[in-house]
């Protein structure tokens, strides 16, 4: 990996106005992702993941009121018109999207589909790409490809269609992949082949990911770098070991205690008590304050910063100094 990042995300803010005032779907949000790097963004539905993904890629409603800037190589994507948008859209930066019944067009073959998507950004013969989407879905595990590249959405299974749409995001070899819950409605041992997939995919093209989920099990093995996202907000961010064995965040604590224990099977999940917070009408103070265990009247005063608690390590709370490392990391 190199030390300059590939996308360099500062100080983004997306709101969406309403006839009842603006939603703010992102808040100040500033991050990295580094050439060959996995980062995976985590948090509840309604946190702001899949927003500020659409908001990379330029996906956003006209009216959206956006602020900050995305740099990717050196270019502010917030600064490029629509003609150089879509030659950097499926080309350099490509996306997975979150449900590949919806993503993928039912009356054209899968084939067909893939062959646009690489005729769009590179000048070659309709049977020359036909090649090339045949060996995509090789590359990405669709058995017999010749045959199947002639099929439709409808004959394939859900673990099929999504390799189907990794296929397809890789097919100009972009630098950068977003994949948005990219294992959604698949069953445990889809979801290990999926991600396998990636994987073998980043391996062969050197892309970097970045990966949405609500999932925080299922980045432990795949990622180098975890942010946490809650009610628009970053409330953690660092390296994987950082999240998972040095959390200083009560939300972070919170999420990985709402994951199930194979070995402890007698014990009760801990649930996050509540609901997230109107991005309309969000609480004073800490967003995450009325369901916070560890919540003092400090947290109704005022958001917390994202403050640096070690390299590469920063946490969003008034408390940080309070929370003690798990047990894990400690012995």
């Not at 983004?12 to 980062?39: H, I, M, N, Y």
């Not at 007698?266 to 917070?277: C, D, K």
Request: with cysteine.
């Amino acid at each position: 990996m190199t030390t300059e990042p590939l996308l360099r995300v500062d100080h983004l803010e997306v709101g969406f106005p309403s006839k009842a005032g603006v939603v703010q779907a992102v808040t100040d949000v500033s991050f990295e992702v580094r050439p060959g790097e996995t980062l995976a963004v985590v948090g509840e539905s309604g946190s702001g993941k899949s927003v500020t993904a659409l908001t990379v890629m330029r996906l956003h409603p006209k009216s959206t009121r956006i602020s900050g800037s995305i740099m990717f190589e050196g270019r502010d994507l917030l600064a490029l018109d629509d003609d150089e948008v879509r030659a950097v859209r499926g080309n350099e930066i490509a996306m997975i999207f979150q449900d590949p019944m919806t993503a993928l067009n039912p009356v054209f073959s899968v084939g067909s589909q893939i062959v646009e998507s690489i005729r769009i950004h590179q000048k070659v013969s309709k049977q020359a790409a036909w090649n090339r989407a045949v060996e995509l879905l090789a590359l990405v595990g669709v058995p017999e490809p010749k045959r199947r590249a002639e099929q439709y959405p409808h004959e394939y299974s859900g673990g099929m269609r999504q390799r189907a749409m990794i296929a397809m995001a890789i097919s100009n070899e972009p630098k950068l992949l977003i994949a948005d819950e990219p294992t959604t409605a698949l069953d445990v041992t889809v979801q290990a082949q999926v991600m396998d997939v990636l994987h073998d995919v980043q391996q062969a093209t050197g892309s970097a990911m970045m990966l949405i989920t609500h999932d925080l099990g299922l980045v432990a093995g795949s990622a180098d770098r975890v942010q946490v996202m809650y009610a628009s907000r970053l409330v953690e961010t660092g390296g994987v070991d950082d999240i998972f064995y040095r959390s200083r965040n009560p939300y972070t604590r919170a999420l990985l205690d709402s994951i199930p224990d194979l070995l402890a099977t007698s014990a009760r999940l801990e649930p996050i008590p509540g609901n997230p917070p109107s991005l309309l009408n969000p609480p004073s103070g800490c967003p995450f304050r009325p369901r916070c265990l560890m919540a003092i009247e400090h947290c109704a005063e005022s958001v917390p910063e994202l403050v640096s608690i070690g390299e590469g390590h920063a946490s969003r709370c008034h408390r940080t100094a309070d929370i003690e490392p798990t047990a894990e990391a400690t012995s």
